[in-house]
């Protein structure tokens, strides 16, 4: 399983429009950014995105213009499902996983395409493009959100998505011990976050779920670039035995129909 981080940034990514921090601007001169976050699995050929920012068209781009098998919303804010409109012409729109509360939220914003929609229940594995998934019901209030536990290639991948560290215990288990861990840590160490985790609170979690290896992402533009353990847009992790295969043609089915 190849694991892509798409993106890293939180729902203004960074640079921020219009901001004057020595973040930004360090950011700006160096040419940097943080996209939205959004996740690209590989498995076996086929390819699953997890969420569907509004930088979609540009990670897309970034990452060789490859095409989407499914696609799995984990809530319906803004940044983590916009983007979907992306696919307009571009290639057959793929079918949307979701908890039905998020897909009956998400998909009527959508209503110019057409595309699959399956709904699952939280904490019940579903098979996916060669993987199997669980939604993890996280804690990020109100929106009813969730993370995620993917297992394939022998290798597990764990994802919070937004949320707070008090998740509940049936998803600390299932995000406890993977291969690589991805967790949500929007703000440096100090700031207090009513619907997030700070660095730190992140790093502790972290320490809890005890991951092989892990990343911090949905970072806002006040978090430093050189902090250990943060993840960087097109960044990507092979787990298990996965095994590299060729690229598909231009001609493979759901490529642009105009």
């Not at 699995?41 to 086929?46: E, K, S, V």
């Not at 993370?147 to 600390?172: C, H, K, M, N, Q």
Request: with cysteine; net charge negative.
């Amino acid at each position: 399983m190849e694991v892509r981080l798409l993106g890293t940034g939180d729902a203004v990514g960074t640079p921020k429009v219009g901001c004057p921090c020595q973040q930004c601007g360090a950011a700006r001169e160096a040419g940097r950014e943080r996209l939205r976050t959004s996740l690209l699995l590989t498995i076996g050929g086929r390819r699953l995105l997890v969420d569907t920012g509004p930088d979609l068209r540009r990670q897309l781009l970034d990452a060789c213009s490859p095409v989407i098998d499914a696609v799995v919303w984990t809530h319906g804010h803004y940044d983590h499902f916009m983007g979907f409109g992306e696919f307009y012409r571009v290639q057959e729109p793929p079918p949307v996983h979701a908890a039905p509360e998020v897909l009956a939220y998400c998909a009527p914003v959508f209503s110019f395409l057409r595309f699959a929609q399956h709904a699952h229940a939280p904490l019940e594995p579903f098979d996916l493009c060669g993987a199997r998934v669980t939604l993890v019901p996280v804690n990020h209030p109100p929106q009813p959100t969730y993370g995620l536990r993917v297992e394939a290639d022998g290798a597990v991948l764990a994802y919070t998505a937004d949320t707070r560290a008090d998740i509940p215990a049936a998803s600390f288990d299932l995000l406890r011990g993977a291969d690589l861990l991805l967790l949500d840590a929007i703000a440096p160490a100090g700031y207090r976050i009513s619907k997030h985790m700070t660095y730190d609170e992140a790093l502790a979690l972290a320490a809890r779920l005890e991951p092989a290896e892990f990343r911090l992402v949905h970072l806002a533009h006040l978090v430093p670039w050189d902090l250990p353990h943060l993840g960087r847009d097109g960044e990507t992790f092979v787990l298990g035995d996965h095994r590299p295969e060729p690229s598909p043609g231009p001609d493979r089915t759901g490529r642009p129909r105009l």
